[in-house]
């Protein structure tokens, strides 16, 4: 499919009213455009011809394309936005290869991290014009727009000549120097090259022969498949087969088979620069979330970061939100990204533990008082933590409803629901960027991680998506776009208080109160002279509590809940919540 020339997609100059909006003030909803919205059926083949293992088309399949595309996000605008969200993240829209694996265990792209051309839509997605009318509308509604990106990997493509039948196993730069062919026994290659630590246009000029560990090449048939051409080299690959997932493998395998690039080439440092730059200049697009950021050298997003935050801010876009996935829970492992790799942000993971287990009464609030207080561990300390993408659940490890079905299995659709608003508010309401998975304000479960995650939010055909209930008891074969629902209704209400107040939006958080079993737990939000006090109940008894406040903070009132109008004295406050529940106060005096 030709691309718009990119002439015809510059459009008018932002907004400064949205643009302005700095990352921490937004709300995140992130989709999956295969599975949200059908706006175009011609595309749902991706143009292509055949059965599903050459068009990637199969809607009663969990692995396979469903027919969700741009033009169906852009149609339910009003949907995502009256649910309170600011910012749509889209799960990768660049074309992908439509299916790979092994025969008998095919899979197709749907999810959009298996790219071979970074520079254009997948057509099962639609078009770049119909990703121009998505970010156009967007903005003319003061929301924005992140692209979910990769520089990790690509397809699966190359092949190794002399991969065993058992897997390609992975071949470590010390015993298979980039200076002998095929281990430290074999002949000399790449001449005068001084290893991949030094990382110079010179050096990797001597890098000539990729076949040091394995002997890879490219399927005639895939031969320039891969765009920019230069993708299409082996030697801009590390080619030392399937990562371990540790160690020194971590950065130089293969991940679960694809293709690994040499992220210390300078060639390739400034191959992605150049190709997600023009991304921005060609849309105007507002952050980029950035797929498996652990298992890049750091040096690659030291140059790659500050360069997208130049080009962002030379269209226009002085906040533009750049933000790592690291699958880590331990805050100190996160933080590391923020000071060696330079990530101005990481979705914050140990956040997601912490509130699952605290929601779940599996620990005591107290969990939460230990995450905030490592806050200062991140690059910039408390004020960069506000601007971590906070999430329950994803695509990978399974929805928040999940998690509480699985920890509850005999309760109520009623229990489960309000437990589901008290996770939702915990993600609004503490610091952070709140980030809602597509279809969790709808009660979406499913059986766990990955596929199990991915439902369709039209209605679905299937069997297994169809066979799942959501956590009010309902079935999950029709379309999920009620704006009624009690999960909706929460959410966007959470959202309207968010956005009023600026102490919510973006203040300073003090843990006030926090306990060792489920129960009580409370944090303060100060901003502008202005005090919210949010307490939290996770266990199934109301509590009644003095917690401590600002000593100015004297006269309240309630933005949620029942509020007492005054403080009991200088620097104390009393409150009462319900079991499973949640109340904001908020006093015009504070700290």
């Given at each position: 499919m030709a691309a718009v020339p990119t002439s015809s997609l510059a459009g008018p100059k932002p907004d400064a009213?949205?643009?302005?909006?700095?990352?921490?003030?937004?709300?995140?909803?992130?989709?999956?455009?295969?599975r949200f919205a059908n706006?175009?059926?011609?595309?749902?083949?991706?143009?292509?011809?055949?059965?599903?293992?050459?068009?990637?088309?199969?809607?009663?399949?969990?692995?396979?394309?469903?027919?969700?595309?741009?033009a169906g996000l852009t149609a339910k605008l009003d949907y995502i936005q009256g649910l309170g969200a600011t910012t749509i993240w889209l799960g990768p829209i660049f074309r992908n290869k439509p299916v790979q694996g092994p025969p008998g265990q095919e899979s197709a792209g749907y999810h959009g991290y298996w790219i071979t051309d970074f520079t254009d839509v997948d057509p099962h997605f639609g078009t770049r014009a119909d990703l121009k009318a998505l970010v156009d509308a967007a903005h003319a509604r003061g929301m924005k727009v992140y692209l979910d990106i990769l520089a990790n990997h690509t397809a699966?493509?190359?092949?190794?000549?002399?991969?065993?039948?058992?897997?390609?196993?992975?071949?470590?730069?010390?015993?298979?120097?980039?200076?002998?062919?095929?281990?430290?026994?074999?002949?000399?290659?790449?001449?005068?090259?001084?290893?991949?630590?030094?990382?110079t246009a010179e050096n990797f000029a001597r890098l000539t022969r990729p076949d040091f560990a394995y002997a890879p090449y490219v399927p005639a048939a895939e031969a320039r498949v891969k765009r920019p051409d230069w993708l299409n080299d082996p030697i801009y690959y590390h080619n030392r087969g399937d990562s371990r997932f540790a160690g020194e493998s971590s950065t130089y395998g293969d991940f679960a088979g694809l293709d690994d690039l040499a992220t210390e080439n300078p060639r390739v440092v400034q191959g992605f620069i150049d190709i997600y730059g023009q991304w921005i200049d060609d849309f105007g697009i507002d952050g980029y979330r950035i797929d498996t950021a652990r298992h890049v050298n750091p040096e690659f997003w030291q140059a790659f970061v500050p360069a997208m935050l130049a080009r962002a801010r030379a269209r226009g876009i002085p906040n533009f939100h750049i933000?790592?996935?690291?699958?880590?829970?331990?805050?100190?492992?996160?933080?590391?990204?923020?000071?060696?790799?330079?990530?101005?942000?990481?979705?914050?993971?140990?956040?997601?533990?912490?509130?699952?287990?605290?929601?779940?009464?599996?620990?005591?609030?107290?969990?939460?008082?230990?995450?905030?207080?490592?806050?200062?561990?991140?690059?910039?300390?408390?004020d960069a933590a506000r601007q971590l993408p906070t999430f329950l659940g994803n695509h990978d490890m399974g929805r928040i409803g999940h998690f509480l079905r699985a920890a509850h299995p005999q309760a109520t659709p009623e229990e489960l629901t309000r437990r589901a608003i008290l996770a939702h508010a915990f993600l609004m309401f503490t610091r952070g960027v709140p980030v809602i998975y597509y279809g969790d304000e709808q009660g979406l479960a499913g059986a766990g991680g990955d596929r199990d995650s991915r439902q369709d939010m039209f209605a679905t055909r299937a069997p297994a998506y169809g066979a799942d209930t959501l956590i009010d008891g309902t079935t999950a074969a029709s379309a999920h776009f009620r704006v009624d629902g009690a999960l909706y209704k929460a959410i966007s209400g959470m959202a309207r208080l968010r956005a009023s107040d600026p102490a919510l939006l973006g203040g300073r958080q003090a843990v006030r109160a926090e306990s060792a079993t489920p129960g009580l737990f409370a944090v303060s939000?100060?901003?502008?002279?202005?005090?919210?006090?949010?307490?939290?109940?996770?266990?199934d008894a109301p509590i009644t509590a003095q917690i401590e406040v600002g000593a100015t903070s004297l006269s309240w009132r309630?933005?949620?809940?029942?509020?007492?109008?005054?403080?009991?004295?200088?620097?104390?406050?009393?409150?009462e919540v319900g079991p499973l529940d949640y109340k904001i106060c908020v006093s015009e005096g504070g700290q």
């Open positions: 009213a949205y643009r302005n909006r700095p990352a921490g003030e937004e709300v995140i909803y992130f989709v999956l455009p295969d706006g175009d059926a011609s595309n749902d083949r991706g143009g292509l011809k055949g059965d599903r293992l050459a068009t990637g088309y199969d809607p009663t399949d969990k692995g396979f394309y469903h027919g969700g595309d741009l699966d493509v190359i092949r190794y000549r002399d991969c065993p039948a058992g897997g390609c196993e992975y071949r470590s730069k010390a015993d298979y120097p980039y200076a002998r062919k095929g281990g430290v026994d074999g002949a000399p290659i790449n001449d005068g090259f001084l290893g991949d630590e030094v990382k933000f790592g996935e690291v699958y880590e829970t331990e805050p100190g492992l996160l933080a590391r990204f923020t000071r060696v790799d330079g990530y101005p942000a990481v979705l914050d993971f140990a956040f997601q533990a912490a509130v699952a287990d605290v929601v779940n009464g599996k620990v005591g609030t107290a969990a939460l008082a230990r995450l905030f207080s490592q806050d200062a561990l991140y690059e910039g300390g408390a939000r100060v901003a502008g002279g202005r005090e919210a006090l949010v307490v939290f109940n996770t266990s309630s933005l949620k809940g029942s509020c007492a109008a005054a403080a009991s004295a200088p620097g104390s406050y009393r409150v």
